[in-house]
């Protein structure tokens, strides 16, 4: 313990401990599996567009699938006049206290399962991009 720690009282020391040991790993694991998810999401919607436009019967280009991966936390596929965003936030959250999660026996048992990652999907007509 270096000379600040030590003037702290040893349960607030303890607390600060604990907070990183228990919530911070927490949210770290959360996000881990966010992100392992939504790169499942992204591989699974690549190949859902190379399918479909495989089976397409249509040769009209306009009517193709056309799937991009936007970086780390987003992906796009346009689809005629639609434009469907895929988006992951980069950070983890807890359910606000009145939400109804803190009511189900899971969260109950333990706190730090209300803890969960966010992700995204908008639909936007493809003219709102054409700025």
Avoid at 17 to 41: P, R
Avoid at 46 to 64: A, E, F, G, T, Y
Avoid at 81 to 102: C, G, Y
Avoid at 111 to 121: E, L, P
């Amino acid at each position: 313990m270096n000379n600040e720690a030590m003037n702290m009282p040893l349960s607030t020391y303890q607390q600060i401990l604990q907070n990183i040991d228990g919530k911070s790993t927490v949210k770290q694991q959360v996000y881990d599996t966010t992100l392992d998810i939504f790169c499942k999401v992204k591989e699974i919607l690549s190949n859902l567009c190379d399918s479909i436009n495989n089976d397409i019967q249509s040769n009209d280009k306009r009517v193709r699938l056309e799937y991009k991966d936007r970086g780390q936390f987003e992906a796009e596929i346009k689809v005629a006049s639609d434009v469907l965003i895929f988006s992951m936030h980069s950070n983890t959250f807890i359910f606000d206290r009145d939400h109804q999660i803190w009511k189900m026996s899971y969260v109950q048992k333990d706190k730090q399962n209300a803890y969960c990652g966010v992700i995204s999907m908008y639909n936007f007509l493809a003219d709102s991009f054409n700025v």
